[in-house]
């Protein structure tokens, strides 16, 4: 009988073994604002819904979740390539959200947290009188480097 051995391939199986057993495993997330409030979407295959958390401590936003994958007693593995693997991501939120809001929702291996501006920095318009002629409608608006900043929006002229 004869009996193949690749180095390379026992190499690549301890390396992947070696690997598949560090603390955390990779959660990919994808972030974007929609209107006044931010989705961060996270990958989170065969996660059981009930070992997710989702924890805000000052300005950190920590997501945590455990993937177990279990087998009846007595069987032997012939090939594992999804083992028990922890996941943890965390982020910093800035000065303008609304942390006593923030809701999650957990559908078909996808976790999503929306996180939602607080009312303090979300554009408005501010009227303005201007002494005797007229109106005049202003947008009030942050820049990224938390500046305010007011653009005219449109002018009316009273009528004499």
Known sequence: MTMFFDPFQELDR???????????????????????HFVLTADLPGVDPG?????????????????TVG???????L????????????????????????????ENGVLSVVIPMAERVKPRKI??????????????SRSSSGEQQAQPVAQHEAQS
């Open 51 to 67: 070992s997710v958390d989702i924890s805000v401590d000052g300005q950190t936003l920590t997501l945590r979740a455990e993937r």
């Open 79 to 106: 090939l594992r390539e999804r083992p028990d693997a922890s996941f943890v991501r965390q982020f910093t939120l800035g000065d303008g959200i609304d942390v006593e809001h923030i809701s999650a929702n957990y």
């Open 14 to 36: 301890i390396t992947g073994s070696l690997l598949r057993r560090a603390s955390t495993a990779v959660m990919p997330v994808d972030l974007y604002r929609e209107g006044d």
């Open 127 to 140: 009227q303005i009188a201007a002494g005797g002629s007229g109106q005049r409608s202003v947008e009030a």
């Open 71 to 77: 087998a009846a007693e007595g069987v032997q593995w």
